[in-house]
Structures are given as C-alpha cells and as structure tokens.
C-alpha cells in the first residue's frame, strides 16, 4: 500500500487510507496537540507531572508533551516524571531501567516511588494477603495503591496537573467496564479530564493520548525508535479488563471504529452524567484519618488494604 499524501511505503491503514512513516507521525503529533489545545490539558506555567512506567504509552506522552511544550514556547523545566515501582517480580525492574535512561536523555527529572516503601509489601506480596479475606484481584489492589501514590507524590512534588499515558482502547474499555457494572458514577469521572472538579486534595488527571488508538501508540514508539520492552504485566489477564479488552478488539476487527465509535457516543454523554453525578453526590470528599489523602470515608481503601497486611 501506498501513502495517501505521497508515493512511499505506507506503514499502517486508517480508515482516510494509508500513511508512510513520515505523515504517519506529523499525524500523530498532531492529533495528540490538537486534544491538548481542544480540552485545555496543558496551562501555562503549569507544573506537569507525567505518570510513566516505562511502557509504550507514558513514553510516548512524556515524549510529546515536552515537544508540546517547545512548540508553544513554554517552560520545560516545569515538567517532571513519577513512577510507581509496584514489585512485580520480573516484570518492572526492566521498564523502570528503560525509563530512567530515556529520562536521562531527554533531560526530565525522574521520581519513583515503591509500593514497599510506602505501604509495607511489594505487590507480589501483598496480593496473597488482602485477597485471603477479600476476595480482590491483584488489579483491585494495584489499582488502589498506585493511584494513591501518584496523587499523594504528585501534590508533594507540587504538580498542577498529572499527566497519564491512557489511550483510545484503554477509554473504551473503561466505559464499557462502567456500563457493564452499572458504575455511572464512575462514568461521569472519564473523560479528557478526570473527576468532576478541581479539589484541593486531588491533583487533576489529564490525558492528552485520549483519541489516539494503542495500535497508533505502539507504532508511534517503534517509529521513533524509543527503547521499550513490549510486554504485558504478568497479572493483566487476571483482571476483568482484560476479558473486555478481548471482546472489543474481537468488535474492531470485524467493525472497524467501534472503539472510537464508543468514546465519542461516551463524550456526547459524558456532560449529563457530570450533572447528574454532581446533583446526586451524597458523599463529599475528606481527609482519611490515617495518612490524611483524600477519600470518601473515614479511612481510605489504601490504608484499608495496608492495614490487613499489618493485621495479617
């Protein structure tokens, strides 16, 4: 296949026809801009805190923002980079040393924070022992803990905004997940911007890989050569996410779109159910009084879960 702007090799399909390397990644570039100018992800003089991992996706958005930020004549010194060493045997220790030498390069501080240090026990070890009497999955408690630590180091780090690598399929899999478990007030979360407003204790999520599909990303990554090991966490296919990730890439390949069919049915949505969540909320958001970070009871599931491991 040709490229449709030129004569070269094109090296991927999209549904406007095929692009060779070149006008692949001008597009890319510049889907990626547009969604942070659409939605106004990136202030000026903002502090910005990009949530990485080492994957394909927070290289990519690390990689892009700072760009972004050249582009437009704004500060780069104001971008840094958290990561949250989980203890997954294996498995992160290798992502975390692509990370600090592509951080290095690119001259952007590197911060990174352990689920061992912070809560007690890697997740390795901690899994076994909430899931004993919980019942939860190694995701559920991830989940919790890394969320927590980003929003806990991020507000430490002063960060005004967090910057996350999800991308298009990870959006449409998150809205069907809430669908399929009637979770509409975690629907009215989604979106660009997370959560339904700015508050003291949160630090704002924003996603500028919002439209952009993980076939793209994963390209994008190749294309520009950035060292990256592609592999899945080992405990991925245990969670529920991943029996939905089956069940749309099964859709995509035989309806192309469905996925970007998805987010943009959610986003002509997503304002009623920020108002319907903001006129039904019943529970206001306070201080957790053991670690004194944001919950929506009087201790936070992050400490719950800690404090069965400290019980255990």
């Not at 005004?160 to 298009?168: A, E, M």
């Not at 069907?176 to 009637?182: E, H, R, T, V």
């Not at 339904?196 to 500028?208: G, I, N, S």
């Not at 108002?275 to 929506?296: G, H, V």
Request: aromatic share 8%.
């Amino acid at each position: 296949m040709s490229c449709s702007k030129c004569q070269n090799s094109a090296v991927i399909a999209l549904q406007h026809g095929g692009l060779c390397k070149n006008h692949f990644i001008d597009y890319f570039e510049e889907k990626v801009f547009k969604t942070i100018n659409k939605y106004q992800l990136i202030g000026r003089n903002e502090k910005l805190c990009v949530a990485v991992s080492g994957g394909k996706d927070s290289l990519t958005v690390l990689y892009l923002t700072k760009k972004y930020l050249e582009k437009n004549n704004l500060p780069t010194n104001n971008l840094i980079a958290l990561a949250v060493d989980e203890g997954i045997d294996n498995y992160r220790e290798k992502t975390l040393v692509d990370l600090k030498k592509f951080c290095q390069e690119h001259a952007v501080p590197l911060t990174i924070v352990s689920f061992e240090q912070e809560l007690g026990k890697t997740l390795d070890k901690a899994y076994p022992i909430i899931n004993k009497d919980t019942n939860k999955r190694p995701c559920n408690v991830c989940g919790v803990w890394r969320r927590y630590l980003l929003n806990k180091h991020a507000k430490k780090l002063g960060a005004d905004k967090v910057i996350t690598g999800h991308n298009l399929d990870d959006e449409a899999q998150a809205i069907i997940m809430n669908m399929f478990k009637a979770n509409t007030k975690l629907a009215g979360r989604l979106g660009p911007i997370s959560g339904l407003e700015e508050h003291d204790l949160f630090v704002q999520r924003v996603k500028p890989l919002y439209f952009c599909a993980e076939k793209e990303v994963r390209l994008y990554a190749l294309l520009q050569k950035f060292q990256i090991e592609f592999t899945e966490c080992p405990y991925s296919k245990e969670g529920y996410r991943h029996h939905i990730q089956e069940m749309l890439n099964d859709f995509e390949q035989k309806y192309k779109g469905t996925k970007q069919g998805i987010v943009n049915s959610f986003l002509t949505m997503l304002p009623l159910l920020k108002d319907q969540e903001n006129q039904t909320a019943e529970t206001k958001i306070r201080s957790c009084s053991k670690c004194q970070e944001a919950s929506n009871k009087d201790i936070c599931n992050a400490c719950v879960m800690k404090e069965t491991i400290q019980n255990a």
